[in-house]
């Protein structure tokens, strides 16, 4: 079975015959569309001059949802049954003159050298659309932190940033341009094709299951393929490995896996929730995720990748899972002969090891609910607050029994080949006071529990020395007596409450 | 003296305003360089209009090389890079690249017909490696492909065979083994072993600085179409047309007549395209001669980090005397670059280095060496700034230690040793300062930053805060203006008015998103007196005006500019002349000849006013339009050349004196930093810029400059690390791994305005440059972080931090200053 791939090109149905499974959308619509308004700056995801906008529908309702990612490490197929706009949209929306987003870029002086702008234009276009689709009554822009927060996926070399955020701020005070949504909705709606996406080119398949048994079946039959979930780390490993992929099984149409339960005790996240709706759930229970949150990579990647795949991919610099391993997270694997769950910090064997059979697939990660006894903290260090893979990631959870903690669950990424808890930490703090005789014991066990390397991002003694300092920050926000507030001991918390 | 925030909205007049308006009421000076016309000088600014290609920019309309229509049949270049930091290559074995998929052919140094060299100054820069790689990532052999990825994945399928020779690769290694890309230079004056011996305190040490990475955002690109004749037509992003059809006719032994360059923007450039697009530019057209074929070379961002040489990083050896106040009474200094493997431009960089160690302070006896490291790693290049920064920020160094170890405020020391107005200020290299306003200049910005109560207000924060500690700094900067090189200093232009009374100029300059065709446009109708809707800016393109000049230097809108200007007068003078008969004999247009403008009375054509897109004689007006159409019918000649040369200046290459620089730009800033003494992590909370960019041609483009230099300088000096591995690869070759400024390093409170200071010198619209000296004012967010650094100590320790300083950097200089006894 091999049918075509349907996809909007800037609201117009277009229907490809099929391509490589790796082909880039960016290199497709440069090359093949003429579009070549979206650039290639680095073609991995992290300057965003390739910006684009994607819609589709979610859930069962089929709700319209627009949101921003990178097309450099976008596959064509995986954009089935979706729309794609690119900035050469914008004008026409606008009716042949320039869009609001387009017009305060202008009148701000926020081009300069112009490479990197449509991308800037199309993360602008999706705040201001998010803004004017989900607008309360009285306000008329976002607040300038969720202005930055929107543009920590683009880079500039020119302008530093300030009449761009000036133009995101002016663009709600033109005359409004807005998406008919509607009319998107039943476009989309028309485009959906009843049946899965399957498709051979070059003796190389790309499938699109939508039912998890279906999944499960193609993962038994192929275990040489890979699962392509979000494509923010497959997209490097054909851009810049070359590495040769035999059949790519994609998780996204699954429905199964993109819901988000909360259950009496835990939240349950389906490995193909994009890592965006995934800590947006998360935050709401753990707003000590926030800054991670708002670190992690940036929109446009958050929008496309998914938790499941941070986890399944086990980097050891991956953020998001020294927070779920303190927090106790368990995952569900699934396979056709049944399912397992697992202690997410078991998952991991080694460098790029995991625990996982060529028939499984990570199904769910399952995140237990706040314990009011529990003291939770997660940081980051990196060269760069946005957009940056941490030289180390610190999670600390204890459990506090009056002064005593009586258990400790504490785990590092960038310290060891995996991510991994703090086995001799954990013992020096359970059962012992809060203070500070125990935060130095914890300090010299951690120096125990870890073998750091030395690499680009950082030495191992820094790595050594900040993993002991970053308990000591932790110490000082959670101690019993005079604990101190984030914006004393965190430079982050202290810049956003001073800004 | 006036100023205009940049919180303004600088949009909010452009258009509409004539930017004409001004020049009617104002006593004009004579410009030397056009005899018997006017030069345009108006006392106010120029308008903030929109960059000429911002419409196309939002709209992703404006196309760079890569988005140019493909010729059919075009093919792609990849290159193959060397594994090793230097080795013989003992055997190249293709066997397998030719046997890749879509590939057409593979080109060797051997099937270069000319020379194998792209170097712009000295001839030791191959295209490709012959026998011998000097560096993790020199090209040994380029690919030629259908498809841009099928050259790509081919190009990582040859086997070389190495034999691996010692390698040096740091700018410390290469001093301490005298390996250099050319000759060390040394500048003294006055007697600084005496003053050193004599003076009552003295600090010694090293220091570094590090590189940095241009990341332009478009990478490298050319391409090239094979034309008639053995011809060449080359699309290149580079900021040196010329020097692009120079490299490429000799590669292919053509004469330059036979090589065309056109380059209309470029996606960021920064320096990083001024030489080094040369290595691209000529496999292209190699292919494209060798293959017949229409040829593309675009460099994915790895290849483009690993292949391309950056900002030169520093090592200093420092020996400075001061007395009691701090007063620098003898300095010497001897720094040596990074150069990389091959001269490229290190010599005029280390040159720049040299005449800005001096940064706004007089030095009174002082040695300076200036040297190039030979080391196998990329060849570094210009990038914003070419030395300066490095030159400038050695001495800032030094006042900081010196002000920390007599327990002063670094501002006070800085005051101390300003250049005087009247009296000490001969710089090192013999050219006198003559236009200094360093002292009105930060005495304005301390009350405007409400310095002083800051750093009161900071003391307090920093005796409660146990973990995060503030930091604040005021650093000045004194930017030479002019290539160190006189004869580069000319520019040509070319000026056509059209019969329907549209206007095209084009120059020599190259537009990288600074502005510069913007600022010639509004040069050329200001000088016309129409709007500037009217004016058309082109490519640059070496079939066009002859014999440019890189855009580098800051000086692009100062030269082309001028030659603008010139070309603009020229025109303006034949149809005031013929105005004259026109109007003059009751606006009938008799056919008379061409009117010379030598043969009207110089004061009735410049009685002939040109504004508002009329043309007015006494009484009498006429459109500008309607002018043109009846000057061409009465053949008048409505198209111009116009040449400009920089005067002034002189240059002694041996002695290194002379007046290299036609003037100078000043500027200085305030940074405020909050520093974790857990982390060393950071953040800039509030920059205070005042910088002097004369009388603005375009206020807005100037602080675009400014504030974009400002955070470029930002990121140099803290997040930007390169890092080579110990088998000299470059690990940090990819924005994953090597971070620039990104939206939150933009300071909350950010507050940049122009300190208005009309050039003295006789500069277009006596503007001042502004494209590389705000890059210095960054240097402030570098000693602010010092200064919080410091504040864990004792009060009179300095802090030994050397940029970037990474948050390891400053974890590094918490602990030293705190296990430094009190």
Known sequence: MNRSIHLLLNHRPITIAPVPATRSLLSWLREQQGLTGTKEGCAEGDCGACTIVVGELIGPERRLRLRSVNACIQFVPALDGKAVFTVEYLREQAGGTLHPVQQAMVDCHGSQCGFCTPGFVMSLWSLYNEQRDNQRPGETRPDPAKISSALTGNLCRCTGYRPIIDAAQRMFDLPAVDLDRDRLRQALLALQHPDALEQVHDGVGFHAPRSVESLLALRAAKPAATILAGCTDIGLWVNKQFRPLSDLIHLDRVEALKTIVTGPDHIRIGAAVSLTDAYAALTLHYPALAELWERFASPPVRNAGTLGGNIANGSPIGDSMPALIALGARIELLSQSGRRSLPLETFYLGYMQKDLATDEILGYIDVPLPDPAVRFRTYKLSKRFDSDISAVCAAFAITLDGQTIRSARIAFGGMAATPARAPLTEAALTGQPWDEHTLAAGQQALDRDYSPLTDMRASAAYRRRTAGNLLHRFYLETRVNDPLPADAVNIHAAASTAS | ???????????????????????????????????????????????????????????????????????????????????????????????????????????????????????????????????????????IFAVIAERYDQARRAARKARIDYADLPAILTAREARDAGSFVIPPMRLTRGDPAAGLAAAPNRLRGEWTVGGQEHFYLEGQVSYALPREDGCIQLWCSTQHPTEMQHVVAHAL??????????????????????????????????AAWKFRRPVKLRLDRDDDMMITGKRHDFHYDYDVGFDDDGRILASRIAMTSRAGFSADLSGPVATRALCHFDNAYYLPDVDIVSQCGRTNTQSNTAFRGFGGPQGAIAIEYLIDDIARTLGKDPLDVRKLNFYGTSERNLTPYGQVVEDNVIHELVAELETSSDYRARRMGLADFNATSPVLKKGLALTPVKFGISFNMVHFNQAGALVHIYTDGSILVNHGGTEMGQGLNTKVAQVVANTLGVDIRHVRATAADTSKVANTSATAASTGADLNGKAAEDAALRIRARLAAFALQSLGSAGGTTDKGSPDRDSAPGDAIEAVEFANEKIRVGPREISFTELVRQAYEARVQLWSDGFYATPKLHWDRNTLTGRP??????????????????????????????????????????????????????????????????????????????????????????????????????????????????LLLAFSTFFAIRDAVASVGDGRTAPPLCPPATPEAILDAIEAVRAHPA
């Open chain 2, 661 to 774: 620089f036609f003037y100078f730009a000043y500027g200085a800033a305030v940074s405020e930093v909050l520093v974790d003494t857990l982390t060393g992590e950071w953040r800039l909370l509030r920059a205070d810029l005042l910088h002097d960019a004369g009388n603005p041609i375009n206020p807005a483009i100037d602080i675009g400059q400014i504030e974009g230099g400002f955070i470029q300088g930002m990121g140099w000096l803290t997040m930007e690390e390169l890092w080579w591995n110990a088998q000299g690869k470059l690990m940090t070759h990819a924005p994953s791994t090597y971070k620039i400024p990104a939206v939150h390093d933009c300071p909350p409170v950010f507050n940049t305005r122009l300190y208005r200071n009309a050039n003295r010198e006789d500069t277009i619209m006596r503007s001042k440059a502004v494209g590389e000296p705000p």
């Open chain 2, 1 to 139: 003296m006036k100023t205009v925030s940049s919180s303004q909205p600088a949009s909010t007049s452009p258009a509409s305003t004539s930017p004409d308006d001004s020049r009617q009421d104002s006593p004009l000076p004579v410009d030397t360089e056009s005899p018997s016309l006017r030069s345009s000088a108006p006392p106010s600014d120029g308008a903030s209009v929109p960059h000429e290609s911002a419409h196309l920019h939002v709209s992703g309309e404006a196309t760079y090389v890569d988005d140019l229509r493909e010729f059919a049949g075009t093919v792609h270049v990849a290159l193959g890079l060397s594994e090793r930091d230097h080795a013989r290559i003992e055997a190249i074995d293709l066997t397998e690249v030719l046997a890749s998929p879509g590939v057409i052919g593979v080109l060797q140094a051997s099937d270069i017909p000319g020379a194998n060299d792209c170097g712009p100054i000295v001839h030791d820069d191959p295209i490709l490696a012959e026998s011998e790689v000097q560096y993790v990532g020199q090209p």
């Open chain 2, 253 to 286: 032994k053509l004469r330059a007549n036979q090589v065309v360059v056109e380059m209309r923007r470029m996606g960021g450039g920064f320096g990083g395209k001024e030489s080094q697009s040369a290595l691209f530019a000529c496999v292209t057209s190699i």
